[in-house]
């Protein structure tokens, strides 16, 4: 963490400071930015200022799990014992000597609309807002610019693995057409260990992914094991959703990609007028970002899926894209930054300079007949890419990006 720049962001967002609050690591951001290998057992408070040094209040019986703390951090300490004592020592801790409102920052977010933030109980929040009269703000966004934000070795690592990605999706697709035309019996399950062993060759963690076809791709989570999985075979959409990062480097970040493919030799119409519409939405996501952050103007999270969504929902297919249109990348593959999201929560988080994130809306329709055949096969596309948030606009990162439906039979 980068003590001089979440204040510098304090003084500009007119707070106080930052009160980082844990017990029993029920806040892993404040166990994160205060450089601790676990929360401890009892309750703790950091408190950065928006000016000065950071200074903490602690358990009588846990003060040493504190020195292995950043030196930037390693302000005051004071203690408490009782649970009167700690409430009675909040005021001194944050410097609200009365004299007027504190604005302070805490891991809250207003009627839970990113959950990923709301780290403090009710309880809590009650006991600083009553001991000490602040004001409590959401840290949101400060949390993923000390966080999420990436280095450039963690960026550098991802371009790798979207190479690496991109590689061992196309042998995939060039395995499933070779066994298909030889005649061999393949399944989901088969192509998910091919993967995982592309995936070793080429260097990376050799992580399970997705397979599926046909109404399997419709569930968006739907995951092939050794027990359940369906075979591959000439008629079928499959869909491809694969993700790793580089073995053995400590920078490593993933990276996250879904493309949908047809074993034949001419992709149905139907099918491809969905993609179509699936790209459409894709694109119209990249495109919002960059018109918004070329103004000059701050995006955030919730604005990019309505971008996404809104060409889905006019397209007709509103009530099958189920999902966000995209998460945090990082050194995880679901991380700590922005969503794109404004279906399952409001993310109101800023795409920050430095943090990635995907985007990858679907259309999911497990009765389609998208090929007219007797029975309906049932049909999940979704289209998925990675972008990497710079000043003034963003990077695909994922290039080149699927720009139709590979026939794998042609």
Same mark, same amino acid.
């Given at each position: 963490?980068?003590?001089?720049?979440?204040?510098?962001?304090?003084?500009g967002q007119g707070l106080d400071g930052w009160l980082l609050y844990n017990f029993r690591d029920l806040n892993p951001i404040a166990v994160a930015v205060a450089g601790l290998a676990h929360g401890g057992s009892r309750r703790w408070?950091?408190?950065?200022?928006? $000016?000065?040094?950071?200074?903490?209040?602690?358990?009588?019986?846990?003060?040493?799990?504190?020195?292995?703390?950043?030196?930037?951090?390693?302000?005051?300490?004071?203690?408490?014992?009782?649970?009167?004592?700690m409430a009675e020592k909040l005021p001194q801790l944050i410097g609200a000597d009365g004299s007027r409102q504190l604005r302070i920052a805490m891991e809250y977010s207003p009627g839970n609309a990113i959950p990923f933030i709301s780290r403090i109980d009710a309880g809590i929040k009650e006991v600083v807002e009553q001991a000490t009269g602040a004001a409590i703000h959401t840290s949101a966004d400060l949390a $993923?610019?000390?966080?999420?934000?990436?280095?450039?070795?963690?960026?550098?690592?991802?371009?790798?693995?979207?190479?690496?990605?991109?590689?061992?999706?196309?042998?995939?697709?060039?395995?499933?057409?070779?066994?298909?035309?030889?005649?061999?019996?393949?399944?989901?399950?088969?192509?998910?260990?091919?993967?995982?062993?592309?995936?070793?060759?080429?260097?990376?963690?050799?992580?399970?992914?997705?397979?599926?076809?046909?109404?399997?791709?419709?569930?968006?989570? %739907?995951?092939?094991?050794?027990?359940?999985?369906?075979?591959?075979?000439?008629?079928?959409?499959? @869909?491809?959703?694969?993700?790793?990062?580089?073995?053995?480097?400590?920078?490593?970040?993933?990276?996250? @990609?879904?493309?949908?493919?047809?074993?034949?030799?001419?992709?149905?119409?139907?099918?491809?007028?969905?993609?179509?519409?699936?790209?459409?939405?894709?694109?119209?996501?990249?495109?919002?970002?960059?018109?918004?952050?070329?103004?000059?103007?701050?995006?955030?999270?919730?604005?990019?899926?309505?971008?996404?969504?809104?060409? &889905?929902?006019?397209?007709?297919?509103?009530?099958?894209?189920?999902?966000?249109?995209?998460?945090? @990348?990082?050194?995880?593959?679901? %991380?700590? *930054?922005?969503? &794109?999201?404004?279906?399952?929560?409001?993310?109101?988080?800023?795409?920050?300079?430095?943090?990635?994130?995907?985007?990858?809306?679907?259309?999911?329709?497990?009765?389609?007949?998208?090929?007219?055949?007797?029975?309906?096969?049932?049909?999940?596309?979704?289209?998925? &890419?990675?972008?990497?948030?710079?000043?003034? *606009?963003?990077?695909?990162?994922?290039?080149?990006?699927?720009?139709?439906?590979?026939?794998?039979?042609?």
């Open positions: 963490m980068n003590l001089s720049e979440v204040q510098a962001y304090l003084r408070f950091l408190w950065i200022p928006a $000016q000065g040094e950071a200074r903490r209040l602690v358990h009588a019986i846990e003060g040493h799990m504190f020195g292995e703390m950043p030196a930037e951090l390693q302000g005051p300490e004071m203690r408490y014992v009782s649970w009167q004592e $993923q610019m000390v966080l999420a934000v990436l280095s450039e070795a963690q960026l550098a690592s991802h371009r790798r693995a979207a190479d690496a990605c991109l590689e061992a999706k196309d042998r995939a697709f060039d395995y499933i057409g070779k066994q298909l035309r030889a005649g061999v019996s393949l399944t989901e399950y088969a192509v998910q260990e091919y993967i995982k062993q592309q995936f070793s060759d080429l260097g990376m963690e050799p992580l399970p992914c997705i397979v599926a076809v046909n109404a399997n791709a419709a569930d968006p989570h %739907y995951f092939p094991s050794a027990k359940q999985h369906s075979p591959i075979r000439e008629g079928d959409m499959v @869909l491809i959703d694969l993700w790793s990062k580089e073995r053995d480097n400590l920078d490593a970040s993933m990276a996250d @990609l879904t493309w949908t493919a047809y074993c034949g030799r001419e992709v149905p119409a139907k099918a491809l007028a969905v993609y179509e519409v699936v790209a459409a939405g894709r694109d119209a996501a990249v495109a919002y970002v960059q018109t918004q952050m070329a103004a000059g103007h701050t995006v955030h999270g919730h604005e990019v899926d309505q971008a996404t969504r809104k060409v &889905i929902a006019d397209a007709g297919y509103g009530p099958y894209f189920i999902h966000r249109t995209g998460h945090s @990348l990082g050194p995880t593959g679901h %991380y700590l *930054g922005a969503n &794109i999201d404004d279906l399952e929560t409001q993310d109101q988080r800023a795409l920050l300079p430095g943090i990635m994130f995907t985007v990858e809306p679907g259309i999911y329709m497990p009765e389609f007949n998208f090929d007219d055949s007797p029975v309906a096969k049932g049909l999940g596309i979704r289209s998925e &890419i990675n972008c990497a948030v710079h000043a003034g *606009g963003i990077e695909v990162t994922t290039l080149p990006i699927q720009s139709g439906v590979r026939a794998l039979l042609a």
